[in-house]
């Protein structure tokens, strides 16, 4: 049996904001051998398709079974196995979460129950029915039947152009919890003015596609991390707003989440994890921010020393370069800020220090006054 | 000692500026809680309140007529079918589409639309998009239940079927269920969902 390159795919269904296709690892297939698919996404520039959790609106892709019907069960779905996702910010600070470009989902391996007439065709026609949606701020649904043909041989045979396509799709899905030595996960609830999830992970590097992402769940409204850099990894803390307060949290509850774009060993790599948390069972508090506390009066104190520095008259030149070191450290103390205050806490952080320059300035002003004053 | 006093005044600004600042940064109405009010004009520029109609249930439903998902359940009657099965309950569109977006429809269109697809409750302009951002409004359509005390007694989707791929009879429309138990004085369940759909184009 010769390896056909492009046998072991479906033709590509076109529409104009992507293309999709079903792919199979095997060329051939040996009678009860399990069968590899995946379903292969290719969306226009700005396009994306989803995760398993959309973020704030759409739904990730479905694909169910139709042929062969003997191997379609009660529940036509096929489980789909999500590589590692990115977010996508959209007006009115929604945001979704999924796959621009390029993409395979890895479907559940099929096939292990034989056919009636395995070899009566010379082969087996796989057909799906994939239904999915794909937005770029515009959303627009599509459902497609996509089918290929396998024939049967004594053993089984890779295809030499979708088998790595769907070998790199499963290299690329986030790696489950404790599979990777060197890594530890740490997942807790932090009581602040409102409900938190802090994840630490060690063992990893951050970088700046760096994100948490949540499982699909329905107790809590979730915002977006705040990522600060730990001495040997990385913790996220997430805003969790209860979607009800009707009724109490139960006292545990349990989330899934992955964290992606990090860097373990040099190569960037997505975690996923689960946890039971619950109010009752956490006595974890979250750290008091001390350290936002310090940075902020740091800048507050450099700016005023900065101001101090660059009025003073007559004017010299190492006074100056002093006046403008002390105004890049305060630059510097508030992009140390950014990753552990809200926006809002930021912009107050910059009001207050506009506020002491203004200050200063006023006093300079009238302090000149009284002795410009015969 | 002046100088002093101005530095330790902003520190303590300052570090008061983070302290309030530590709010949530997501925003979205819980089940339970009273349902932020507005007042909001309609395609005929008749302005409706929520307070106006306070001891009814009200459904909102966050509506954008080119939204594909929108456009399904108007085109299948699924919301005019519930307010024909509901005649006690007053049901609202609320379109908080950012006029600026190409999605923006004038209300002659949107009537057209509406008139086309036997849509005869009101829909109100959410212009500003600040009535979608009190309640959390993410997709279209997005569904609430405010109940006759004002509170909120449901926030999700319209359905269990996000793509229509099911029968219409074999869809579990949580609104339906809502309403149901509402008017048999049972609590609402499930009261959160995920919604689906287009995004709100705020």
Request: proline share 9%.
């Given at each position: 049996?010769?390896?056909?390159?492009?046998?072991?795919?479906?033709?590509?269904?076109?529409?104009?904001?992507?293309?999709?296709?079903?792919?199979?690892?095997?060329?051939?297939?040996?009678?009860?051998?399990?069968?590899?698919?995946?379903?292969?996404?290719?969306?226009?520039?700005?396009?994306?398709?989803?995760?398993?959790?959309?973020?704030?609106?759409?739904?990730?892709?479905?694909?169910?079974?139709?042929?062969?019907?003997?191997?379609?069960?009660?529940?036509?779905?096929?489980?789909?196995?999500?590589?590692?996702?990115?977010?996508?910010?959209?007006?009115?600070g929604?945001?979704?979460?999924?796959?621009?470009?390029?993409?395979?989902?890895?479907?559940?391996?099929?096939?292990?129950?034989?056919?009636?007439?395995?070899?009566?065709?010379?082969?087996?026609?796989?057909?799906?029915?994939?239904?999915?949606?794909?937005?770029?701020?515009?959303?627009?649904?599509?459902?497609?039947?996509?089918?290929?043909?396998?024939?049967?041989?004594?053993?089984?045979?890779?295809?030499?152009?979708?088998?790595?396509?769907?070998?790199?799709?499963?290299?690329?899905?986030?790696?489950?919890?404790?599979?990777?030595?060197?890594?530890?996960?740490?997942?807790e609830l932090a009581h602040r003015s409102a409900e938190a999830l802090v994840v630490e992970?060690?063992?990893?590097?951050a970088?700046p596609?760096s994100?948490?992402?949540?499982?699909?769940?329905?107790?809590?409204?979730?915002g977006r991390p705040a990522l600060s850099p730990l001495p040997s990894g990385v913790r996220f803390a997430l805003p969790l707003v209860?979607?009800?307060?009707?009724?109490?949290?139960?006292?545990?509850?349990?989330?899934?989440?992955?964290?992606?774009?990090?860097?373990?060993?040099?190569?960037?790599?997505?975690?996923?994890?689960?946890?039971?948390?619950?109010?009752?069972?956490?006595e974890a508090v979250a750290p008091t921010p001390w350290l936002a506390i310090l940075l902020a009066t740091f800048a507050a104190v450099l700016t005023a020393v900065a101001m101090a520095l660059l009025a003073k008259e007559p004017g010299s030149l190492v006074r100056g370069l002093l006046g403008f070191a002390a105004l890049g450290l305060v630059v510097a103390c508030l992009r140390l800020l950014v990753d552990r205050v809200t926006p809002l806490g930021l912009a107050g952080i910059e009001l207050a220090l506009l506020g002491l320059g203004f200050g200063l300035w006023l006093r300079r002003r009238m302090a000149g006054r009284e002795a410009a004053r015969? | 000692m002046n100088k002093l006093r101005i530095v330790l005044a902003t520190a303590a600004l300052a570090t008061l500026a983070f302290v309030v600042a530590r709010e949530p940064a997501v925003a979205?109405?819980?089940?339970?809680?009273?349902?932020?009010?507005?007042?909001?004009?309609?395609?005929?520029?008749?302005?409706?309140?929520?307070?106006?109609?306070?001891?009814?249930?009200?459904?909102?439903?966050?509506?954008?007529?080119?939204?594909?998902?929108?456009?399904?359940?108007?085109?299948?009657?699924?919301?005019?079918?519930?307010?024909?099965?509901?005649?006690?309950?007053?049901?609202?569109?609320?379109?908080?589409?950012?006029?600026?977006?190409?999605?923006?429809?004038?209300?002659?269109?949107?009537?057209?639309?509406?008139?086309?697809?036997?849509?005869?409750?009101?829909?109100?302009?959410?212009?500003?998009?600040?009535?979608?951002?009190?309640?959390?409004?993410?997709?279209?359509?997005?569904?609430?239940?405010?109940?006759?005390?004002?509170?909120?007694?449901?926030?999700?989707?319209?359905?269990?079927?996000?793509?229509?791929?099911?029968?219409?009879?074999?869809?579990?429309?949580?609104?339906?269920?809502?309403?149901?138990?509402?008017?048999?004085?049972?609590?609402?369940?499930?009261?959160?969902?995920?919604?689906?759909?287009?995004?709100?184009?705020?």
């Amino acid at each position: 049996m010769p390896e056909a390159s492009g046998a072991a795919a479906s033709p590509w269904q076109a529409n104009e904001h992507g293309t999709v296709r079903l792919i199979a690892a095997e060329a051939a297939l040996a009678p009860g051998a399990p069968i590899h698919l995946g379903v292969e996404f290719r969306t226009a520039p700005g396009w994306h398709v989803y995760w398993k959790n959309p973020g704030d609106a759409g739904f990730p892709p479905r694909v169910d079974l139709i042929a062969p019907v003997e191997w379609v069960g009660n529940d036509p779905a096929i489980e789909i196995e999500f590589p590692a996702p990115r977010r996508f910010s959209l007006p009115g600070g929604l945001f979704a979460i999924g796959y621009e470009g390029e993409v395979v989902y890895p479907l559940a391996p099929l096939g292990t129950r034989p056919l009636s007439n395995p070899a009566g065709a010379g082969g087996v026609r796989i057909e799906v029915e994939v239904d999915y949606l794909t937005c770029e701020i515009d959303c627009v649904p599509y459902r497609y039947r996509l089918a290929l043909d396998l024939p049967i041989a004594q053993n089984s045979t890779l295809d030499s152009d979708s088998a790595p396509r769907l070998d790199r799709a499963v290299l690329s899905l986030p790696r489950r919890d404790g599979t990777l030595p060197g890594v530890a996960i740490r997942a807790e609830l932090a009581h602040r003015s409102a409900e938190a999830l802090v994840v630490e992970i060690e063992g990893v590097a951050a970088s700046p596609a760096s994100d948490l992402f949540v499982e699909p769940q329905e107790l809590f409204e979730i915002g977006r991390p705040a990522l600060s850099p730990l001495p040997s990894g990385v913790r996220f803390a997430l805003p969790l707003v209860p979607r009800r307060t009707d009724v109490p949290l139960p006292e545990t509850f349990s989330l899934a989440f992955t964290a992606v774009g990090l860097v373990h060993a040099g190569a960037p790599i997505a975690l996923e994890a689960r946890r039971e948390l619950g109010p009752g069972s956490s006595e974890a508090v979250a750290p008091t921010p001390w350290l936002a506390i310090l940075l902020a009066t740091f800048a507050a104190v450099l700016t005023a020393v900065a101001m101090a520095l660059l009025a003073k008259e007559p004017g010299s030149l190492v006074r100056g370069l002093l006046g403008f070191a002390a105004l890049g450290l305060v630059v510097a103390c508030l992009r140390l800020l950014v990753d552990r205050v809200t926006p809002l806490g930021l912009a107050g952080i910059e009001l207050a220090l506009l506020g002491l320059g203004f200050g200063l300035w006023l006093r300079r002003r009238m302090a000149g006054r009284e002795a410009a004053r015969p | 000692m002046n100088k002093l006093r101005i530095v330790l005044a902003t520190a303590a600004l300052a570090t008061l500026a983070f302290v309030v600042a530590r709010e949530p940064a997501v925003a979205s109405v819980a089940v339970g809680e009273v349902a932020p009010a507005f007042k909001l004009n309609d395609l005929t520029a008749k302005a409706h309140s929520l307070d106006q109609y306070k001891g009814k249930l009200v459904v909102l439903e966050w509506i954008n007529p080119e939204c594909p998902f929108s456009d399904r359940q108007a085109r299948e009657k699924t919301m005019t079918d519930l307010t024909r099965k509901f005649g006690q309950v007053v049901w609202l569109g609320i379109n908080s589409t950012n006029p600026k977006h190409q999605d923006y429809l004038q209300p002659a269109e949107h009537l057209s639309w509406a008139k086309k697809n036997g849509i005869d409750y009101s829909i109100l302009y959410d212009p500003t998009g600040g009535v979608g951002h009190a309640y959390g409004a993410k997709t279209t359509p997005h569904m609430f239940i405010v109940d006759a005390s004002g509170k909120l007694a449901y926030n999700g989707a319209i359905d269990d079927d996000p793509s229509g791929r099911k029968a219409k009879p074999a869809r579990l429309n949580y609104v339906d269920g809502g309403l149901t138990a509402e008017l048999a004085g049972k609590a609402v369940a499930p009261a959160v969902t995920q919604p689906y759909g287009c995004s709100v184009k705020y």
